[in-house]
């Protein structure tokens, strides 16, 4: 028999830091009240939640990368939002974002949960964050408590 292993969706004592992009605040706050509510749900204690804002999603991979090093957090997650008819260099901000956030990931073994969107309009934006298309929010949320107790079962430390 195979020894099968998968993170629970209780957060109750975990740690989380959310870092949340002002640009598109109209969207990344809908993104930011989705994951604190599902965090809550899934029974993270509200003084385990830190929330850092950073200008836009270009600056996400820094601060994360300060948060998931810091070895406060079992959780860090990022929300963004890129929308391309606003930008002319969505491709490297959209790109920097998702590079970087991998990269914090990787190196420091913390999970880091990609929850910026990339839409092409305004209204895809709206529809992923509480709208027809989900809330990738409140998924972002779940992802960071699977992958903290995984990680507490992969790597023990
Ligand atoms: N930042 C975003 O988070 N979303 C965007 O849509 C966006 N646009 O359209 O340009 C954006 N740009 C700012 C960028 O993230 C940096 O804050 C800026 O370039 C300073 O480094």
Known sequence: MSRVLEGSLDGAGLRVCLVVSRWNEFVTRKLLEGAERM???RGVADG???VAWVPGAFEIPTAAKWAASSGQFDSVICLGAVIRGETAHF???A?????GIREVAMETGVPVIFGVLTTDT?????SRAGGKDGHKGEEAAQAAIEMANLRRQLAPS
């Open 95 to 99: 790109g920097g974002a998702a590079e």
């Open 39 to 41: 965090l809550r749900e």
């Open 122 to 126: 305004v209204e895809q934006a709206l």
């Open 91 to 93: 491709e490297y901000v």
């Open 48 to 50: 385990d939640v830190t």
